[in-house]
């Protein structure tokens, strides 16, 4: 989710930034062959994710108002064109840079975001079998979700360990280095637990479907332990150094990210788990979502007023558009899938009045960073320059 992809640093809060390149220069460094090629980065995903999580939102909401389904599979439309294309952009930029690719793993910023790719895929497999029914069928949109579903999940449990791994053994980290990125990683395993559940229906009866949700039930607690961790390193870092750089204080809206997505598993695996299992296994599920959605909403309602403050401090003094501007779509997009899963669990119309709220802010928080990250990237195409190219040079 930053711009470019920082040279190897031990504080993320010396991420580079690019100068405000001249107009004529830019176009002759974005002619040179292969060049918008060299900068595509894992957290390029973002914008998948940040798009995805709006369509599946809008289609998710207890409170459903004409022309929402349309406008929510115009977007999901969206996030899987997005999808290919920086999938096609990767493959190519391997291909062109592969040094450069094969680095990626090794800084200690940039690594962390081998999560999004994952996560991008599970959102747009999720959103194919909530809306793309209309369009494809559910023949092929269950087929498309199965694939997608198991390669994100394969992929997001890697990241998951690997990544961790390279924090723990090759990584140069420092007491301040602790930032929202380093839950990216570790949440695909909980977005496999939301979305594997939309699956559950769906697999064969009696031990493959039995099996699914254990394993859902699993990923489910992994992340959810491993980003409690995680959270406490990065309240740690925020009270001995406080506020990181500017161009990092929007990875704070992060830590929405797995709280939200706990909520929407813990209850979507609930709801579903009638398919599964017999009372009263099933409604000790089902009332396991609330016990533990209620709690944990509480507390990502609380990190939210954090995060909206330091977000508001930061913007009076000066806060750079990059691509971690995407943190404010998709963290955000899983408590409203959260909440509006506890808002029909539960019944309660606070919760129903909470998501159409959190889902308005969602669709504000699109719409600029979507149109600030086209602007940037086709318009002027400064996200596409490499690290440290200039083109005043």
Known sequence: ???????????????????????????RELERPGLMFANITPNWFAS????????????????????????????????????????????????????????????PVMAHFYGAPPMAMLTVGAG?????????????????????????????LASAITVPFLLFTRHAVDDDSAFGGWLMPVVPPMVSAATGSLLLPHVPD?????TMMLACYAMFG???????????LIWGRLARHKLPAAAMVPTLWIVLGPLGQAITAANLLGANAQFVVAAPWSTALELFGV?????VLGFALMWAALAIAATVRTARRNLPFSLTWWSFTFPVGTCVTGVSALAVSTGAIALLVLAVVLFAGLVIAWVIVAARTFTGSILRGTLFLRPGTSANR
Request: glycine share 8%; no cysteine.
């Open 1 to 27: 989710m930053s711009v470019t992809a920082p040279a190897p640093t031990h504080a993320p809060s010396r991420i580079a930034e690019h100068p405000k390149p001249a107009p004529r220069r830019l176009l």
């Open 48 to 107: 998948v994710m940040g798009t995805g999580i709006l369509a599946t939102a809008a289609a998710s909401l207890p409170l459903q108002f004409s022309g929402l389904h349309v406008a929510a599979t115009i977007v999901w439309a969206l996030a899987s064109t997005l999808l290919i294309g920086l999938l096609t952009a990767t493959v190519i930029h391997w291909i062109l840079f592969r040094d450069t690719a094969r680095g990626h793993h090794l800084n």
């Open 128 to 156: 194919t079998l909530l809306l793309g029914t209309d369009i494809i069928g559910i023949d092929a949109a269950l087929a498309i979700d199965a694939v997608l579903w198991s390669v994100g999940t394969l992929l997001g």
């Open 206 to 210: 009696g031990q493959f479907r039995l």
């Open 222 to 232: 992994m992340s959810l332990i491993a980003s409690l961790i995680v959270i406490t």
């Open 291 to 295: 016990v533990i959605g209620i709690p």
